[in-house]
């Protein structure tokens, strides 16, 4: 049994993962939901309503809280990850928006997104099942170490679904719309067997072994190469260390990060062409991590040694990077006007309505922390002209609520009013419970 502090939404996301695990998207979805009450930029809360939304058939859904995460987050790779599986659900359960068609009829009303991609769902695993005849063909059993390497992770679950597929009460039962749980069954346990036939036509495991030995051999002895070898070291690290991170696993990030960090900075500009920039890369991701384990104030070390070097070697991206990650550490602990200054130098660095958007959201909402309703006011306008330019409901939503709450504080009360109802509508076109209930 999990202990749920009140107001900890480390313990809600905490028992909402339970929950998933458990197949009560129900409950899974109240704490996500719930989580995020207090704090709407709460990655953790948003990555795990997506993650519940996703696995309730929620597509569409789903896609908007990735797309929230990501643009919160951008350096998790687990919302970029998230964006696409969802994307490639929506199309895989209505097809591609090229072979839609839509017609203008008068009587014409509004269905719900989310209804249309379940049933869509359901039509596509019919059809997936419909023919009587179609059963597991009895394949060459594999060696379950060779085939534990080819799935990896997904090895598990295969043996999981051929446990179940044993049990033949529980494969004549049928699910609430009428699918046999035989018939889903199958269909993952097919899934799985061509992913690893797949893997092993692409390259098998002698010749994945193989072909590591002789890398490290290459690496050995072939020194005029080593900048090429150094480059794909690089890369691969780097890679991991998102990994870790987006993987909730930030002090092994970190760890990896720093040993990165050392090596590089022992070897040559010959070995490392961009070694200053990617100096920096290493702080930013070290400041990430250090960010996720609480350490603000290491954090906030870090990313201004990623602004150093960015500026050092002229990098208006990384500057733009460095001052994002700067604002949103001295805001976490409280330091709200240093995340202004740190966060309205960044203003004519952003490239898009949608960055602007936020970026004024932002500093508005620290000028309202620090009771200054009219600045507050006044970037929540700019954030909402900025969202209604990008086509972003959510971000207009919470632009809308925040000039509503400046509204109230400088005694404006019938246009907090006038403006809480324009949020209140905006909730609604996007389902947001909490948002909701909240503004009423």
Not at 54 to 83: N, S, W
Not at 218 to 238: F, G, L, S
Not at 267 to 284: A, R, T, Y
Not at 384 to 401: R, S
Request: net charge positive; aromatic share 8%; glycine share 4%.
């Amino acid at each position: 049994a999990l202990k749920l502090r009140e107001g900890d939404k480390y313990c809600l996301v905490a028992r909402s993962k339970c929950y998933l695990k458990l197949g009560d998207t129900e409950n899974s979805l109240k704490d996500a939901e719930a989580s995020l009450q207090n704090d709407k930029t709460f990655s953790k809360g948003l990555y795990q309503k997506a993650e519940t939304l996703y696995t309730m058939g929620d597509f569409e859904f789903a896609l908007v809280f990735y797309h929230r995460g990501y643009r919160l987050r951008p350096e998790l790779q687990k919302f970029r990850l998230g964006i696409e599986k969802s994307q490639e659900a929506i199309i895989n359960s209505v097809g591609s928006p090229s072979s839609v068609k839509l017609e203008n009829k008068e009587d014409l009303c509004f269905i719900s997104r989310q209804a249309e991609s379940r049933k869509a769902n359901q039509k596509l695993q019919f059809k997936l099942t419909k023919d009587p005849k179609w059963t597991r063909k009895q394949k060459p059993v594999k060696n379950p170490k060779t085939e534990r390497q080819l799935l990896g992770e997904l090895y598990a679950d295969k043996a999981y679904l051929e446990k179940l597929f044993k049990d033949k009460d529980l494969m004549e039962s049928s699910t609430r719309q009428g699918i046999k749980v035989a018939d889903l069954v199958l269909n993952g346990i097919s899934y799985l067997e061509t992913r690893s036939e797949f893997w092993q036509q692409q390259k098998p495991i002698y010749a994945r072994v193989r072909e590591r030995k002789l890398r490290q051999q290459r690496w050995i002895r072939d020194k005029k190469r080593k900048p090429a070898e150094a480059a794909r070291y690089i890369e691969k690290t780097m890679e991991d260390i998102d990994l870790l991170l987006s993987g909730d696993s930030p002090e092994e990030s970190w760890k990896k990060a720093e040993h990165l960090l050392k090596t590089i900075q022992k070897w040559s500009d010959d070995e490392v062409p961009n070694k200053n920039e990617l100096i920096g890369h290493l702080h930013n991701r070290i400041g990430n991590a250090q960010s996720e384990m609480g350490q603000m104030e290491a954090a906030l070390q870090s990313h201004k040694m990623d602004l150093e070097y960015a500026r050092q070697n002229e990098l208006p991206d990384a500057v733009s990077r460095a001052l994002d990650n700067i604002g949103r550490v001295y805001a976490r602990i409280g330091k709200f006007q240093q995340a202004i200054d740190a966060w309205e130098e960044k203003i004519p660095m952003a490239k898009s309505s949608l960055e602007k958007s936020w970026l004024f959201h932002e500093i508005g909402r620290c000028y309202f922390e620090l009771n200054k309703a009219e600045a507050a006011r006044n970037y929540g306008q700019k954030s909402l002209q900025a969202a209604e330019e990008a086509g972003d409901v959510e971000w207009q939503l919470d632009a809308t609520v925040l000039v509503a709450q400046a509204q109230v504080k400088l005694k404006a009360y019938w246009s907090a009013i006038l403006s809480f109802e324009k949020a209140l509508e905006k909730a609604r076109l996007i389902h947001d419970r909490a948002a909701q209930k909240a503004i009423i």
